[in-house]
């Protein structure tokens, strides 16, 4: 899969996820995403897309709602560039009790 058709689907994925206010979540600082290396090599993206969505920090106004809004904005996003591929979101919430550091504290 071509890098530049890659870069255009990250910048959705992005727009995606900051279109969902109550994450607070704007710009590449915010957001991270990565896909799989064999995704350039392989035909990955034949049969199935899964995407996670892991560190989302638990707070008051990430419920359950807005992470399923989230999930289904993160999956229409990748299902536009995909059609007739079956795509999955998981979101998986984050404790920072639980442990976590970061040089930019």
Do not use: H
């Not at 707070?59 to 359950?64: A, L």
């Amino acid at each position: 899969m071509p890098r530049e058709y890659l870069q255009i689907v990250k910048r959705e994925i992005r727009e995606a996820v900051e279109a969902i206010s109550e994450l607070g979540l704007k710009g590449k600082k915010s957001v991270t995403v990565l896909f799989p290396s064999e995704i350039t090599t392989s035909g990955l993206l034949e049969f199935e897309i899964v995407s996670e969505v892991t560190g989302l920090f638990i707070g008051s106004k990430r419920t359950d709602r807005v992470r399923r809004r989230l999930a289904e904005s993160i999956g229409k996003a990748i299902g536009k560039r995909f059609s007739g591929t079956k795509v999955e979101c998981l979101i998986y919430p984050f404790d920072p009790k639980d442990g976590f550091w970061s040089s930019e504290e």
